[in-house]
């Protein structure tokens, strides 16, 4: 095994957090909370995982209030779920105890389909607009918010943090991307306002920066938080890469302790993160609404654009952010093959997080160590995303084909 290698299997430290490799397994959300309750589903996923020897697996989109939702199926992190989360992080700790157990915060804003709104009469973001995820379940509009339901979005966000630390999550990582609440006030394509919070790129961050420095007062100095950070919308009007640089340097002046450098939107472009095969036919497919099914039919060309796969599709862009920040880096984007893991240790970055290898083979680690020569075998396909709203969430289709041969 190479030096770089070696490294990737080595004990790290994340922040002031130990890790005994530097494999973390990225947030996405896998379609496995039904109403929202952290159960068995969630569960059993995360164990694989962690079974397979990675460092770290992270629950991906836990919302910090139930109205942050995409839809009424996720996750929401409030003292209602707090015997489940304690579960849950504990019956991970029995797998590996040397495992470490993140979360990700996350908000919708006003990109939602979610008809169980508990505060809200309609879903509110930065500014008034089309909730287009909204259309065809009824929720055509979204809403402003006031300075008053800014300043309540952060308390949720410190009451979220301090929930998850004391049920046992050891990191956070707060998700500042993808056209999701926070994403949707740094980005002029959806900020639009006049007020303290919109405008210049110091006023559409003041809110992100808020957030984060209420995590922190939440869960305390030593605690890492990771941001997950859009480095271009991928849209006209949007996030470019020259104010994406200004962003990270802002979190990183904010005490952030690591960065996750991704690009693309899940309102506008969703597969310039993804790549690979586009996500409508596989949608289609397994979309029960019929109004959604015929959008998805009409506009999902449009709306899944398609880059062709390759790997380290984000390196050289995520190594301009980090010559910028003294903070911890993750890197993300097409590093399935162990030669692409041994090329991102090579630049230098902390660490990697791993989302569709490991869905594929939630024993990657342990395979890799093993076996010099492994091969992943991931092909992209994406099928495993289009589940997401499927009864069991997601899976690899292709293990599934190769269980049957």
Request: glycine fraction near 10%; proline fraction near 5%; charged fraction near 25%.
């Amino acid at each position: 095994m190479s030096e770089y290698l070696d490294r990737a299997f080595s004990p790290a430290t994340l922040g002031k957090l130990p890790l005994k490799n530097r494999i973390l397994k990225a947030a996405t959300y896998e379609g496995k909370t039904p109403d929202g309750v952290p159960g068995d589903l969630l569960l059993d996923f995360h164990k694989g995982i962690v079974a397979g020897g990675t460092a770290m697996t992270t629950i991906g989109y836990c919302t910090t209030e139930a109205d942050g939702r995409i839809n009424d199926q996720m996750l929401w992190i409030d003292e209602v779920h707090r015997p489940q989360l304690t579960r849950l992080t504990r019956e991970l700790k029995k797998v590996d105890p040397a495992v470490r157990i993140s979360g990700q915060m996350a908000h919708c804003g006003n990109f939602s389909k979610n008809r169980k709104l508990q505060r809200l009469q309609r879903p509110l973001g930065p500014s008034r607009q089309i909730n287009m995820i909204g259309l065809p379940s009824g929720m055509p509009f979204a809403g402003a918010m006031t300075v008053k339901d800014i300043d309540y979005l952060v308390k949720t966000y410190h009451d979220a943090a301090k929930l998850m630390r004391e049920v046992g999550f050891e990191a956070i990582e707060i998700h500042f991307s993808h056209g999701y609440g926070l994403s949707q006030f740094i980005s002029p394509r959806t900020n639009h306002r006049t007020d303290a919070y919109g405008g210049s790129l110091a006023n559409r961050m003041r809110l992100p920066l808020r957030a984060l420095a209420a995590v922190r007062d939440a869960v305390g100095a030593d605690f890492p938080i990771l941001g997950k950070m859009g480095m271009t919308d991928g849209i006209k009007g949007g996030l470019g890469f020259d104010e994406a640089q200004q962003v990270a340097v802002m979190l990183d002046s904010a005490g952030i302790d690591a960065l996750i450098c991704s690009a693309g939107t899940s309102s506008f472009n969703p597969m310039l993160y993804f790549r690979g095969a586009t996500l409508d036919k596989g949608m289609i497919e397994v979309e029960k609404n019929p109004i959604t099914r015929l959008g998805l039919k009409m506009m999902g060309p449009k709306l899944f654009r398609h880059y062709p796969y390759e790997e380290l599709y984000f390196l050289e862009d995520a190594k301009r952010v980090r010559d910028q920040v003294t903070c911890q880096m993750v890197y993300i984007g097409g590093c399935t093959e162990l030669d692409s893991l041994e090329a991102v240790m090579r630049e230098g970055f902390d660490f990697v997080q791993l989302g569709r290898p490991l869905i594929k083979d939630p024993n990657y680690v342990h395979n890799a160590m093993a076996d010099p020569n492994y091969r992943n075998g991931c092909s992209h396909c994406n099928r495993c995303a289009t589940l997401i709203e499927a009864p069991g969430g997601i899976h690899c289709v292709e293990n599934e084909g190769s269980a049957a041969s």
